[in-house]
């Protein structure tokens, strides 16, 4: 649908927003110069490193990478699509968006079948209040449900008589129920989908209902069900309970996923709100996708059987590829034959919030399952796990995370004993070096003192969307020319991933000239994250840090210090220097 919205009205949208105004009614913003800073809405952290130039009309975060203009603001903070984002900011800025006919079309067809599926969710929770609905009434009674939490999620009832729901639809309203199949007319005649069951209703991030999952009152082979895909409802992308979840928690943090409908809103009627479910049997990429469009911090819950351990060992393999800095997931795995709803019930919210604290990181859930079976005293195990392991690790992308967890790999399967003695002697000489090196301890970074130019070239070549803060940087100092240049290519280039830039550099002859030799003269790179930093301090200076990098510089050259230098040195001091 974006390439539906012209791109000029888009441009004009942007400079008509006030980038500073949009993102300061949703977060805490600080002035800081020309620019405002707040700790970031998309990852946790206590010192704020993100952001907002008003002025170029952009965002950034140092720590986690999060960057982008207002309407990548509003498709990750409210969890929207483009075109919904473009809506939203177009409502605010007083203006329509000019949609052309095809569109139009297309958008009118999508609200008929929401407005089709919205009568549904009505007639659904009506039903469930009816005399009809008794026996609903008394199971979800059973199941320790209240009327609050049913009026929250809109659960409801879907008579047994096979037509109820037809029969209720307004004429118009007919043909979007078959085009969604939440009535079929499989055999020449329409014939509700849903019949002696419980309904939960499937609403997007905006509260519209796209969907119905049910649950069989009766002895129905399929316990429950759910609406077949449709223009509207794509299994994969949606999650159960986010919308209720926003709507209870403003500015999520994290989210509980959990494996049915009834363990969500069991753990919402306890006051636990930030749970969702996936739909399907497998959470795959798609609804990952969609669970990280909302947070950045992932709690997997699952039954302690076989069947949820391997449940949680799909999740984990399919999140490892989406995996980057910044990203937080957990693996909660619940006592054997015990499920969300049963145990809160069972020792109450308190004891149930401590195990999601507890939860297991990624990291240790990864390896606590591929060195099952195995004694890791054994060279031969030790080869077996990371037979296991690699693989998935290589499924991730360049990280420090990833970095961090190949490290911890080679520490569990090389762990040397006291009879696996470094080589002596003639055989030591026959392994030569490449047998020493095989044993040697991973090298520590060592901090290295790099000129401003090339500690900017090094961010950019890590984060490239950088380039913008660097070439306006670079405009006022002579001294980082290597830095400008590099950024004005970027920018030129309209580079903002490394990926795009690996590939520009690979595809450009002339660019792979010009910057051939930026790093010839480094010695040593340091660590992604001390370059990061760095280069966050270059292009948003702490007075404080200055401070104490010059205090440092001047002490050690004290012998040397001329009278200029040495009243330089008691100001910086606050104190007197003999």
Known sequence: ??????????????????????IGSRITLKKAGANYKACCPFHDEKTPSFNVRPDKGFYHCFGCGAHGDAISFIREFEGLGFTEAVEELAKRAGLEVPYDKAARQEMQQARSLTDALDFASRFYHSALGSQQGAYARDYLKQRGLDDAIIEQYQIGFAPGTGTALFDAAPKDLKEPLLETKTVSDKYGRPRDLFRNRVMFPIRNTRGKTVAFGGRTLGDDKAKYIN????????????IYGLYEARQAIRQLDKLLVVEGYMDVIALAQHGIHDAVATLGTA??????????????HIVFCFDGDQAGFRAADRAMENALELMADGLHLQFLMLPQGEDPDTLIRKEGADAFRERIEAATPLS????????????????????????????????MPRSTLRDAMWHEMMRLCGGRKPWQERP???DFKARGWRGERQNRPTEERIDVKLSKDSTLCLALLEAPEMAAEVKT???????LEQAGRFARWLMEQNISTRKALVSG??????????????????????????????????????EEAARQQRLATLLRNLATLTPEQREELRTLSKGNVD
């Not at 959470?283 to 950045?296: F, G, I, K, P």
């Not at 940087?473 to 001294?479: E, T």
């Open 227 to 238: 609406s077949p895909e449709s223009d509207v409802f794509h299994k994969s992308r949606e």
């Open 364 to 395: 240790r859930y990864l390896f606590d399952r591929q060195s099952e079976g195995l004694n890791l005293e054994l060279p031969e195990h030790r080869g077996e796990l990371r037979a296991r392991a690699e693989p998935l690790l290589n499924k």
């Open 283 to 296: 959470t795959n990429q798609d609804s990952l996708t969609a669970l990280l469009r909302q947070v950045r």
């Open 424 to 426: 002596k002697g003639n």
């Open 505 to 542: 550099l690979a595809t450009d002859k002339q660019a792979r000239d010009r910057f051939y030799n930026l790093f010839d003269g480094l010695e040593h790179i340091p660590a992604r994250e001390s370059i990061l930093a760095a280069a966050r301090e270059l292009l948003s200076p702490n």
């Open 1 to 22: 649908m974006s390439g539906l919205i012209p791109q000029r009205f888009v441009e004009d949208l942007l400079d008509r927003i006030d980038l500073a105004e949009l």
């Open 473 to 479: 940087l670079a405009d006022s100092n002579r001294q």
